[in-house]
């Protein structure tokens, strides 16, 4: 044998073997089970769902996260595992991955197969099993199917406030400013938190006699829905309570939450019942007293008199609110257009929607033939004989929020706004 030829076979019997290709039978001591946390669940109702990766004589790596679609499509996200041993010593390792699905209006009610990959380590063969090695194989396991029983929700009993929210769930309300004149704007914010489904979930609406609602703007957070609407009261009946209700897959019913609006309207109560209360004690008093009677006249007097002062200062107030935002009769609409686009370029928030008020004045002034300075707000539009642009009444909303410290709007917000009111002021030929 010629010495190249020796030479080769030496190596070749001590270099240890490569390692094999993957293979995909599974072995005997890997396996997956799934499990479901309700038998029966309502569309919208959330479900817990969890995959166990079994592990008894055998020594794996890589283990990946199963692969689980929803009833109605969709894969189930899974947290990190959890690892355990058998308590009886029987040398099973448990990988426990758990996540949670939301029930559809449709699908079968079919849940699984879940299969999950991961590498089992077997013994290396040829040269290389001489130096007891072990080689990975990947390997794709799978679970048995679940079924799950999907149940209609019921007719009987459903709210005309119910709007799909499954779960169960508390609500709070809150209103700005807590006490209000006829005419201007309450921001009226509700927070519905708790567990279950706001997928096919809508925020309650604020609406009712004597009240102008604007549109209800949403937010939706993990356990959260909130809720923000403005309206404006054109009286003094009382404000409605916020109703909204759910179902509750616990007990199988529907519940409904109540909560009043807690704002007060303002110069209603304490002069007033102390001057009704005053005439009443002289009243009986006169019947005892002649000199009573003097007292009586002298009280009347001055009922008028906080009557006129109290009229007065309404008066008073309004011209004052109208001058906060003064016009320059020598002044265009066209010219603050221009100046309120410089100010837009700052930021200046204060003062853009100051500009911006002072032109909606003129604007409403030239609709109602009254003079700019007597348009304090939107009282003056809804008690107009002549149609006008809802949408001043937005932008005269947006310029009290700004006013009142209620909002301070960015620049994409105030950007939106001109554009309206650009429109707008087109739309009455005043540009």
Not at 15 to 41: C, Q, S, Y
Not at 63 to 92: C, N
Not at 211 to 238: A, H, I, M, N, Y
Not at 420 to 425: E, G
């Amino acid at each position: 044998m010629k010495p190249y030829l020796l030479v080769i076979i030496i190596l070749c019997s001590v270099i240890p073997g490569l390692p094999a290709a993957a293979e995909t039978t599974v072995p005997p001591g890997i396996t997956l089970n799934l499990e479901l946390g309700k038998e029966k669940a309502y569309p919208g109702e959330t479900v817990p769902v969890t995959v166990i990766l079994h592990i008894k004589g055998v020594s794996i790596r890589n283990i990946g996260y199963p692969r689980l679609a929803q009833p109605d499509g969709g894969l189930i996200s899974f947290h990190p595992p959890t690892q355990s041993i058998d308590k009886e010593d029987t040398g099973i390792t448990a990988y426990r991955f758990s996540g949670q699905f939301t029930v559809g209006n449709q699908g079968t009610g079919k849940i699984g197969p879940a299969t999950l990959d991961c590498e089992a380590m077997e013994q290396a063969t040829g040269s290389a099993a001489f130096f007891g090695e072990s080689v990975p194989h990947k390997v794709s396991v799978s679970s048995q199917v679940e079924q799950l029983q999907i149940l209609a929700l019921p007719t009987s009993g459903r709210p005309g406030s119910f709007s799909g929210a499954i779960g169960n769930f508390s609500m709070t309300v809150t209103a700005k400013p807590e006490s209000v004149a006829i005419g201007d704007p309450l921001t009226v914010a509700t927070t519905i938190s708790g567990t279950g489904s706001f997928s096919n979930a809508a925020c309650p609406t604020i609406t009712g006699a004597g009240l102008q609602s604007f549109p209800v703007r949403s937010t939706r957070t993990t356990g959260k829905l909130g809720c923000e609407q403005v309206v404006v009261p054109k009286d003094r009946l009382p404000l409605p309570a916020i109703v909204w209700s759910y179902f509750n897959p616990d007990n199988g019913t529907y519940k409904t939450l109540s909560h009043p609006i807690h704002a007060a309207f303002k110069n209603e109560t304490s002069a007033t019942k102390a001057i009704a209360a005053k005439s009443t004690a002289v009243a009986v008093r006169e019947s005892t007293s002649r000199n009573n009677l003097l007292t009586l006249q002298m009280t009347i007097t001055a009922t008028v008199i906080t009557l006129f002062l109290v009229i007065s200062g309404g008066v008073i107030v309004s011209r004052k609110r109208a001058a906060e935002f003064p016009i320059q009769p020598d002044r265009s609409v066209q010219q603050m257009l221009t100046e309120a686009d410089k100010v837009l370029i700052t930021g200046d928030v204060e003062k853009f929607y100051t500009i911006i008020f002072g032109i909606l004045q003129l604007i409403v002034a030239a609709k109602t033939n009254q003079p700019p300075y007597a348009i304090s707000g939107i009282r003056e539009i809804n008690h107009s004989k002549n149609p006008i642009d809802t949408n001043l009444i937005t932008l005269f909303h947006r310029c009290d929020r700004v006013r009142y410290g209620q909002c301070l709007p960015d620049y994409a917000v105030m950007n939106a706004d001109f554009d309206l009111l650009k429109r707008v002021s087109s739309n009455q030929n005043l540009q």
